[in-house]
């Protein structure tokens, strides 16, 4: 098998991790490439992710690294021998490898925490909000890739209702839901779904007030898979988005996230003002 010129973000996760479990278990590239028979260039292919490693030499190193978290070596294998292949393969040649990588991360999540102080989250944009966000970017966008792009963002909201589907906890800035975009029908119809959203079992959504403690201004997502170590936070820029999948990294996003919730209005509560009373009160105009 052939090197990959271009691994995606869970082929280069899988490297990383196996360079973390060859310096948990203190082993220098050579000393693991013995331990495992292999070439050291093999193993120097591995940790960058244009190879893989078989189940059997990934669990010989994992014997050396010593204690691990439970289900973390089956999950890493796992993630090692995933085809990469989904609904999303149809859009390889129509949109950009990181959004490819990011429909990957939400296919295999758990949980999905995520902030947005400007937008509404992709997972609950209409199509008709969608399509102005893209065509109202800074980024000039062919139409012909605006079309694919749009597509691809309302596949992704198919993961809320599959089967096995994920939590989906999101924290909205109020700004995001008073700026107009295409008009008032098309406002409407969006706090709309964002109403219909709160009715779905597996997603909590709060929304940030205006009145409430200086929001954090970048947005990010923090998706959680079933074992927690393999979490990936990711943090959209207009170039490409910054994939973070250190242990500290994803810690202090999730400690800002649950900083966010603490001080977002409940989704919903007998309390005079929570985030569904708040939809509904900036939706009354727009009637």
């Known amino acids: 098998m052939g090197l990959r010129a271009n691994p995606t973000y869970r082929q280069r996760r899988f490297g990383a991790e196996i360079r973390k479990l060859r310096e948990r278990a203190k082993l220098s590239v050579g000393e693991s490439a013995a331990l495992m028979g292999m070439h050291q260039s ?12 078989s189940a059997e030499r990934l669990r010989r190193l994992a014997d050396e690294a010593g204690e691990l978290a439970t289900g973390y070596v089956e999950a890493l294998t796992d993630l090692g021998q995933q085809s990469g292949k989904g609904w999303w393969s149809l859009y390889r040649n129509s949109v950009r490898a990181p959004l490819l990588d990011f429909a990957e991360l939400e296919a295999g999540a758990e949980s999905i925490a995520c902030y947005e102080p400007l937008f509404v989250p992709g997972l609950l944009q209409t199509r008709a909000y969608a399509t102005a966000v893209h065509r109202g970017g800074y980024v000039e966008v062919p139409r012909s890739a605006e079309s694919a792009a749009v597509d691809f963002r309302l596949e992704r909201q198919r993961v809320l209702t599959a089967e096995g589907a994920p939590r989906l906890h999101a924290v909205v800035h109020e700004a995001a839901l008073r700026v107009t975009l295409g008009g008032r029908g098309l406002m409407r119809d969006q706090l709309r779904r964002l109403l219909d959203a709160c009715r779905l079992p597996n997603v909590t959504l709060q929304v940030l007030p205006f009145d409430g403690p200086v929001p954090f201004g970048t947005p ?12 990936t936070v990711v943090v959209p820029h207009v170039g490409d988005s910054l994939y973070l999948g250190e242990v500290d990294a994803v810690h202090r996003y999730t400690r800002t996230f649950a900083k966010l919730t603490e001080a977002a209005l409940p989704p919903e509560s007998r309390q005079s003002k929570d985030t569904v009373r708040l939809i509904e009160r900036l939706l009354y105009p727009l009637l």
């Open 42 to 53: 093999h193993i120097s292919n591995v940790e960058s992710g244009r190879t893989s490693l």
């Open 220 to 231: 990010f997502t923090v998706l959680m898979p079933p074992v927690r170590e393999l979490s």
